[in-house]
């Protein structure tokens, strides 16, 4: 499969045009359509912008990703298109404007060739608490694409599009990407705008890219990145060319092992293809050193009061009132709230509603709310010490691969256990980048996870363009 570079050259000499690229993707989602990756699919749109943009491209003022086909996860808005969170609440709410990240990627000549499944309001690790109908893994398709960012994930594993977006608020980028064999990024939290995206947990949220490649998703950071004025959160920061850090050299650079992070409970298959990969970057000329991130263990406790208690103030607006569903036939207020949000809203994130309230609660704030919030300042400051004597850390994105349907399900425990290699970059706010790094026995993939600095995706990128490139 071509990066986009290579797409680009071919779109210069002529020997594609955009109209082709999407009429190939439209044709692949169609075979593929079983997958259930796609909530909307926008052929007709995503057509008539690919003949303005080869008229572009004839004219030599096309912009740098004319030609990238790019899905979005359906909790990003898009004016006059429906936002639904994959969930029932908001089965027929059309945005009235578009986020900042797809206007950006819009604006330098990508084609958003339609929007993606997920876990209803991203809560979840596997995909199937969508109210829609679960993703299948391309790879497996008995198996789930991880999540929340599921659909968008299988649609770059299957060839359904170059590159996507999905949100990281626990792992959500980063544990589907490994799942599913493909290229995923969550940023630093405030260098890529969070405007136009449902808000799940505020200060946890982060959009990033799915690519097959690590230079397809610097591409695609090259343009989303950097201030908003309608992001109080971004951060006024000048953004690098990420394809300048992709120098095929690791040479010098110190890279650190949480002893945290690889327990003698690991999948031992999982452990292997890791330590391959990091014999090899010592081979290469990197330093390798263990370190220490001490309350890692708080990380799934401290990351559930939280992202919960975000979760259960940002939802609380979906009530009937204002817009989304609203349930027939009550007479009284606080019947309408009742009603409309149990029938518009999906098990898992009732659960995390009622978790979130209680945990802010009146006698129980200071117990969990405020105790958790002092954890997470612990867990910021390992990694701040930890970087102090390294310059990115390595871990398994995953602890297994792709799980079959229903196997987790009946355990939200064990189904949250998915994310422990993943939430500590949330909870501290620093990037994290998942690459393939081979498969297990059955043939399905296995994700390595690289963790970097507060604004330097660059270090983390180069890192991993060279497992890519060169093993």
């Given at each position: 499969m071509k990066n986009f570079l290579s797409l680009r050259q071919s779109l210069a000499e002529g020997a594609v045009?955009?109209?082709?690229?999407?009429?190939?993707?439209?044709?692949?989602?169609d075979?593929?359509?079983?997958?259930?990756?796609?909530?909307?699919?926008?052929?007709?749109?995503?057509?008539?912008?690919?003949?303005?943009?080869?008229?572009?491209?004839?004219?030599?003022?096309?912009?740098?990703?004319?030609?990238?086909?790019?899905?979005?996860?359906?909790?990003?808005?898009?004016?006059?298109?429906?936002?639904?969170?994959?969930?029932?609440?908001?089965?027929?709410?059309?945005?009235?404007?578009?986020?900042?990240?797809?206007?950006?990627?819009e604006d330098a000549g990508a084609i958003v060739i339609g929007k993606t499944n997920m876990d209803e309001f991203a809560m979840g690790s596997s995909t199937e608490n969508s109210a829609f109908g679960i993703t299948k893994n391309p790879v497996d398709e008995s198996r789930v694409p991880g999540g929340s960012s599921g659909g968008s994930a299988a649609a770059v594993a299957a060839g359904l599009a170059a590159t996507a977006l999905g949100t990281d608020t626990g792992g959500s980028i980063r544990q589907p990407a490994s799942l599913c064999g493909v290229v995923g990024l969550k940023p630093t939290y405030g260098r890529v705008s969070r405007f136009?995206?449902?808000?799940?947990?505020?200060?946890?949220?982060?959009?990033?890219?799915?690519?097959?490649?690590?230079?397809?998703?610097?591409?695609?950071?090259?343009?989303?990145?950097?201030?908003?004025?309608?992001?109080?959160?971004?951060?006024?920061?000048?953004?690098?060319?990420?394809?300048?850090?992709?120098?095929?050299?690791?040479?010098?650079?110190?890279?650190?092992?949480?002893?945290?992070y690889f327990p003698s409970a690991l999948n031992s298959e999982v452990r292997e293809a890791v330590m391959k990969k990091i014999d090899y970057l010592r081979e290469q000329g990197a330093i390798i050193k263990e370190v220490s991130l001490p309350h890692s263990e708080y990380t799934i406790a401290t990351y559930y009061i939280l992202a919960?208690?975000?979760a259960s103030s940002n939802l609380a607006r979906y009530d009937g009132a204002r817009y989304g569903k609203r349930a027939a036939g009550v007479k009284d207020l606080n019947g309408m709230y009742t009603t409309s949000r149990s029938e518009g809203l999906g098990d898992e994130v009732k659960r995390r509603i009622m978790l979130g309230t209680y945990v802010l609660s009146a006698g129980y704030y200071d117990a969990y709310y405020k105790k958790g919030q002092k954890v997470r300042r612990l867990i910021k400051e390992d990694f701040d010490k930890a970087f102090q004597e390294t310059d990115c850390l390595i871990s398994p994105t995953s602890p297994t691969t792709a799980f079959r349907f229903g196997e987790k399900t009946d355990d939200p425990l064990r189904m949250y256990l998915n994310d422990i290699y993943t939430v500590s970059a949330n909870l501290a706010g620093i990037p994290g980048l998942s690459v393939p790094c081979g498969a297990d026995t059955q043939g399905l993939p296995i994700g390595l996870q690289i963790l970097g600095k507060n604004f330097d995706e660059e270090t983390i990128l180069r890192v991993g363009d060279f497992l890519e490139d060169k093993n």
């Open positions: 045009t955009c109209e082709s690229i999407v009429d190939g993707y439209v044709r692949r989602i075979e593929k359509k079983h997958l259930n990756a796609f909530l909307e699919v926008y052929a007709d749109d995503a057509r008539s912008r690919a003949r303005e943009l080869d008229q572009k491209l004839r004219g030599g003022n096309a912009g740098p990703l004319a030609g990238m086909v790019v899905a979005v996860k359906d909790i990003l808005c898009m004016r006059g298109k429906r936002t639904t969170c994959a969930s029932k609440i908001l089965e027929n709410f059309v945005a009235p404007y578009t986020a900042t990240v797809v206007q950006r990627l136009g995206l449902v808000a799940f947990a505020s200060s946890f949220d982060q959009i990033g890219p799915f690519g097959t490649s690590v230079s397809d998703v610097a591409s695609v950071l090259n343009v989303i990145a950097g201030h908003d004025p309608h992001d109080s959160t971004s951060a006024e920061l000048p953004v690098p060319d990420y394809h300048r850090a992709l120098t095929s050299d690791v040479k010098g650079l110190r890279i650190g092992l949480p002893k945290e919960t208690a975000e």
